[in-house]
């Protein structure tokens, strides 16, 4: 049974490592990734170091990362008066910059959000703005997921050396 318990333990952990990767990435889904992967481990020693309380409360902060991600990214672009066409297109924009590695995933959602605002208003200053007010609340946004991460590895980690 150690063989499927040190497998259990090596896919959790492999998922939590492709969760903190994710929660900077747009594409993939992050906190999630990490909550599956800490319950897979929990899971790998039949919920014995990790039980129920501490993934109740590492579940609460996955579904808090949910509230984090679109407040941050709603508040950076609304506080600017930003237009539902720069959001859409500030999204667009950070799927497509992942092909375009670290530059365009730090580009794409300005860019998008500028040519959405554009083409909605036809204000190159105000897009500017827009472009750049959404760009602050992805930055934002991933600064609250990553610190809900970290604090979920570590309420794990207590639970499970503890």
């Known amino acids: 049974m150690a063989g499927a ?6 896919v959790g952990a492999v998922l939590v490592v492709v969760g903190i990767v994710g929660t900077v990435m747009p594409a993939i889904p992050g906190v999630p990734l990490v909550f599956v992967g800490l319950l897979v481990a929990a899971w790998a020693e ?15 902060l996955t579904l808090l990362s949910f509230v984090v991600d679109f407040f941050a990214a709603s508040l950076g672009a609304r506080r600017v008066g930003a237009s539902w066409a720069a959001l859409f297109c500030a999204a ?56 809900l991460v970290f604090a979920m590895v570590g309420i794990f980690l207590t639970a499970y050396v503890l």
């Not at 318990?5 to 090596?10: A, G, H, R, S």
């Not at 129920?52 to 609460?60: E, K, P």
């Not at 580009?107 to 703005?129: C, H, I």
Request: glycine residues 20%; without cysteine.
């Open 5 to 10: 318990e040190n497998l259990l333990l090596l």
């Open 92 to 147: 667009v924009g950070a799927i497509v910059g992942l092909f375009f590695g670290l530059p365009g995933f730090i580009l794409g959602p300005f860019v998008g959000a500028v040519a959405g605002e554009y083409a909605a208003r036809r204000n190159l200053r105000q897009a500017g703005k827009v472009g750049l007010g959404t760009w602050i609340g992805m930055l934002l946004g991933i600064a609250g997921k990553l610190t």
């Open 46 to 60: 039949g919920f014995q170091k990790v039980g129920w309380f501490t993934l109740s409360i590492l579940a609460l």
